[in-house]
């Protein structure tokens, strides 16, 4: 039993004796909630200090990255519990906060700002994981590409003033919040051997599931065929430029 793609929390299950369901070359993929469970609160960390080629630095305890918050053991002092967070923003899919549950309250408490942006909403169902076919080794762009309308609002919330610092995170906390961090990133001018990087310090958390970073590279040639990360995150996300200015003047230094 292997999980597909290298991805915590999921479970390959042969279809060999149910030929009209699906093919044993095609089988059914479940997610593992019960997995997905033990590794709240980790791939926890701050996506400050990275120097940008202009000379500049992303500011230390604005942004963070983050696998779920719902089931961190409660003997288990976190660092966000230390953390005056303002916004809490969750990139899982409506099923796994039904099935995982919300971010524990004592992240919420205070006032602070819970936005929920369900990115693979329509990938999650009950009777399984369907995922949009792709070609091999674009798996990350397609998590750009199929849910644009749904980045479009996590830039636009990173956008708002009175935000930072904010926490976002998806289940696992490396594919859709590893993808989230290389835009961002990107965006602030960090360079991109630091953002692979960055996005491999997930493979600490799941060393049997290893990301690489060949992964990134679909996402880096979009950008680049759209002229650099301006031109993209106007043409692919719908931004506009104020919205990328606001970002980089509350996250640089």
């Known amino acids: 039993m292997a999980a597909p793609r290298g991805r915590p929390g999921f479970r390959v299950l042969s279809q060999e004796a149910d030929p009209k369901s699906r093919s044993a070359e095609n089988p059914r993929v479940v997610v593992d909630f019960d997995l997905l469970r033990r590794i709240g609160g980790l791939n926890f960390r701050d996506l400050g200090g990275h120097p940008t080629t202009d000379g500049r630095t992303v500011r230390n305890g604005m942004v963070y990255r983050s696998a779920h918050l719902a089931n961190i053991p409660e003997e288990i002092e976190h660092p966000l519990a230390s953390i005056r967070l303002r916004t809490l ?3 899982q899919s409506r099923l796994e906060v039904e099935h995982l549950g919300p971010p524990r309250s004592e992240f919420l408490d ?8 369900p990115i693979g909403d329509p990938w999650f169902r009950r009777d399984g994981f369907h995922r949009i076919e792709s070609k091999p080794g674009h798996e990350h762009l397609v998590i750009v590409t199929e849910f644009r309308d749904d980045w479009q ?4 919330l990173l956008a708002e003033r009175e935000v930072y610092p904010l926490v976002f995170h998806c289940s696992a906390g490396r594919d859709r919040t590893g993808v989230g961090a290389a835009m961002l990133l990107e965006m602030l001018g960090v360079g991109r051997d630091r953002i692979v990087a960055d996005f491999l310090e997930s493979n600490t958390t799941f060393p049997k599931m290893p990301l690489n970073a060949r992964q990134l590279e ?8 759209n002229g650099g990360i301006e031109g993209f995150m106007h043409e692919v996300l719908g931004l506009e430029p104020i919205d990328i200015e606001v970002i980089r003047d509350d996250l640089l230094e």
């Open 218 to 225: 679909p996402i880096f040639e979009m950008i680049d065929e």
């Open 89 to 91: 923003v969750t990139l």
């Open 153 to 156: 609002s996590f830039f636009k």
């Open 110 to 117: 205070s006032g602070v700002r819970w936005e929920h942006i």
